[in-house]
């Protein structure tokens, strides 16, 4: 070979290895790598009619946003999903690997090339109404929520009243928002009146806005939901559903969860949260029931840790105003148990949640960790297989609060102290919970796959 044709394969090499190198991102199309990332990561949110400011399906929807959607992918505020998934994995996890992020910034820096759009592959199919299946039961809002077009986040509390012919147990509710615009999140319990002790279960006001109540009883009151005594309350299950935009409720495998739901009761909606609206609109969000066979053999049970909760937080929850502080609440395990679900709960101020579990022995088991809190997207967790919790062992929870002008959402400017205050959900209030869902521990638990099949 003389020194010329050297010269003119090295050139040949060179070019053959910078086509196939990563910085060359011809290779990257919409129709080959893209299109197949964001229908699976992005789309169920971002359709038409669902809670994404836009649609992300055609490719101009998609190649027109192209800085935005690196640029919010490689944040990591897309897909919102604030659990740290190094820390650990649950179910449904909505988290695009490294590889993908670099595959979208790549597509985007080499001008969001098109590729065979004969090979475009077909935009996903999501079921219209529920996502479950027919409900043997629909219960609606008693009344239509109107909601001000006043540009502002709201919070309400709401009691929505159902009767049915006779008691009966149930394995699932589903909430199918009506405005699935402005319904960001629902967190439900399941009241139980006695025959005898409610005679209108239908009867007096439902609904309140949060800000409008100083204390939780007092909210309590102001929609009905003692018994006609005034005083005595009906039974109350917790959690019997919770609602995030993307999100199927968990429906554990057979024999685990459930509960019974008797003649006369109401879904007590605590926590519901609208995004802020420029035009008046409304709301009407319904649930669907699923029946189940026969009563729940394991039904779960849970607890929160801090705020109304089993352990108390240390120091009390008190933020000064330009203070970043932390407050942590530990719980002594008396039973061994097993963790389906766990969601941490904050308000404005949160900055970082973590949660994790010490045994006698010193080991550390790992429950949650959030680097950057959100108050928008506050997930109840489940494990992809239960986390078993040995008796003695202590859970500890960890919460950071930025009562400084730093943090964007602080309610106050310039910032002021914050507090738990005599039991208010006040968004401008603080709390600091984390609530676990659990089952009594049985030997093999930690098998049991809690995946949907
Ligand atoms: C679980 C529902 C959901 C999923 C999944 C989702 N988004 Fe979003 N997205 C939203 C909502 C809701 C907003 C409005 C902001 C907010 O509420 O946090 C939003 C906002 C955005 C914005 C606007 C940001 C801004 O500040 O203007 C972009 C861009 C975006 N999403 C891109 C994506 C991409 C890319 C993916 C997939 C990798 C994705 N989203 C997945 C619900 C979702």
């Given at each position: 070979?003389?020194?010329?044709?050297?010269?003119?394969?090295?050139?040949?090499?060179?070019?053959?290895?910078?086509?196939?190198?990563?910085?060359?991102?011809?290779?990257?199309?919409?129709?080959?790598?893209?299109?197949?990332i964001?229908?699976?990561?992005?789309?169920?949110?971002?359709?038409?009619?669902?809670?994404?400011?836009f649609?992300?399906?055609?490719?101009?929807?998609?190649?027109?946003?192209?800085?935005?959607?690196?640029?919010?992918?490689?944040?990591?505020?897309?897909?919102?999903?604030?659990a740290?998934?190094?820390?650990?994995?649950?179910?449904?996890?909505k988290?695009?690997?490294?590889?993908?992020?670099?595959l979208?910034?790549l597509?985007?820096?080499?001008?969001c090339?098109?590729?065979?759009?004969?090979?475009?592959?077909?935009?996903?199919?999501?079921?219209?109404?529920?996502?479950?299946?027919?409900?043997?039961?629909?219960?609606?809002?008693?009344d239509?929520?109107?909601?001000?077009?006043?540009?502002?986040?709201q919070?309400?509390?709401?009691?929505?009243?159902?009767?049915?012919?006779?008691?009966?147990f149930?394995?699932?509710?589903?909430?199918?928002?009506?405005?699935?615009?402005?319904?960001?999140?629902?967190?439900a319990?399941?009241l139980?009146?006695?025959?005898?002790?409610k005679?209108?279960?239908?009867?007096?006001?439902?609904?309140i806005?949060?800000?409008?109540?100083?204390?939780?009883?007092?909210?309590?009151?102001?929609?009905?939901?003692?018994?006609?005594?005034?005083?005595?309350?009906?039974?109350?299950?917790?959690?019997?559903?919770?609602?995030?935009?993307?999100?199927?409720?968990?429906?554990?495998p057979?024999?685990?969860?459930?509960?019974?739901?008797?003649r006369?009761?109401?879904?007590?909606?605590?926590?519901i949260?609208?995004?802020?609206?420029?035009?008046?609109?409304?709301?009407?969000?319904?649930?669907?029931?699923?029946?189940a066979?026969?009563?729940?053999?394991?039904?779960?049970?849970?607890?929160?840790?801090?705020?109304?909760?089993?352990?108390?937080?240390?120091?009390?929850?008190?933020?000064?105003?330009?203070t970043?502080?932390?407050?942590?609440?530990?719980?002594?395990?008396?039973?061994?148990?097993?963790?389906?679900?766990?969601?941490?709960?904050?308000?404005?101020?949160?900055?970082?949640f973590?949660?994790?579990?010490?045994?006698?022995?010193?080991?550390?088991?790992?429950?949650?960790?959030?680097?950057?809190?959100?108050?928008?997207?506050?997930?109840?967790?489940?494990?992809?297989?239960?986390?078993?919790i040995?008796?003695?062992?202590?859970?500890?929870?960890?919460?950071?609060?930025?009562?400084?002008?730093?943090?964007?959402?602080?309610?106050?400017s310039?910032?002021?102290?914050?507090?738990?205050?005599?039991?208010?959900?006040?968004t401008?209030?603080?709390?600091?919970?984390?609530?676990i869902?659990?089952?009594?521990?049985?030997?093999?638990?930690?098998?049991?796959?809690?995946?949907?099949?």
């Amino acid at each position: 070979m003389n020194i010329n044709s050297r010269i003119v394969s090295f050139f040949i090499i060179c070019i053959i290895v910078s086509c196939g190198s990563e910085k060359n991102p011809e290779w990257v199309t919409f129709s080959k790598q893209i299109a197949p990332i964001i229908y699976k990561n992005c789309t169920s949110c971002h359709r038409p009619g669902e809670s994404g400011p836009f649609s992300l399906i055609s490719y101009k929807d998609i190649a027109s946003r192209g800085k935005l959607l690196k640029f919010v992918t490689q944040s990591r505020f897309m897909p919102p999903w604030p659990a740290d998934a190094e820390y650990v994995h649950f179910m449904d996890e909505k988290v695009l690997s490294k590889d993908e992020i670099d595959l979208i910034a790549l597509w985007v820096d080499g001008g969001c090339a098109l590729g065979d759009s004969t090979k475009i592959p077909s935009p996903p199919v999501f079921p219209k109404g529920s996502q479950l299946g027919k409900p043997d039961l629909v219960i609606k809002f008693r009344d239509v929520y109107k909601i001000k077009g006043n540009g502002e986040d709201q919070f309400l509390l709401m009691r929505v009243p159902y009767e049915i012919p006779i008691d009966t147990f149930i394995t699932t509710i589903e909430v199918v928002p009506d405005n699935r615009k402005l319904l960001h999140h629902v967190n439900a319990q399941l009241l139980s009146y006695d025959f005898d002790k409610k005679k209108d279960v239908f009867k007096g006001n439902v609904v309140i806005n949060l800000e409008d109540v100083p204390d939780k009883m007092q909210a309590y009151e102001a929609i009905g939901l003692a018994n006609d005594d005034g005083v005595s309350f009906p039974t109350m299950t917790q959690s019997v559903t919770n609602y995030l935009p993307g999100v199927t409720p968990p429906i554990y495998p057979d024999g685990i969860g459930g509960f019974k739901m008797v003649r006369k009761g109401a879904l007590f909606l605590k926590d519901i949260h609208y995004g802020p609206s420029r035009v008046d609109t409304t709301d009407q969000t319904s649930f669907n029931v699923f029946f189940a066979k026969c009563a729940p053999k394991r039904p779960t049970q849970e607890f929160q840790m801090g705020t109304f909760g089993v352990s108390p937080t240390v120091p009390r929850l008190i933020i000064p105003p330009d203070t970043i502080m932390t407050f942590t609440s530990e719980y002594k395990l008396p039973i061994d148990i097993s963790i389906l679900t766990i969601n941490p709960h904050m308000h404005l101020l949160g900055k970082s949640f973590w949660a994790y579990a010490v045994t006698l022995q010193g080991d550390t088991i790992p429950l949650i960790k959030i680097k950057k809190w959100d108050f928008r997207w506050q997930y109840f967790y489940t494990f992809k297989k239960m986390i078993k919790i040995p008796k003695g062992a202590t859970i500890h929870s960890v919460g950071v609060y930025d009562n400084t002008r730093h943090n964007p959402n602080n309610p106050f400017s310039p910032p002021r102290l914050v507090a738990e205050r005599g039991g208010s959900m006040r968004t401008s209030d603080e709390m600091f919970q984390f609530i676990i869902t659990y089952l009594p521990y049985e030997s093999g638990d930690e098998l049991i796959s809690l995946e949907k099949k």
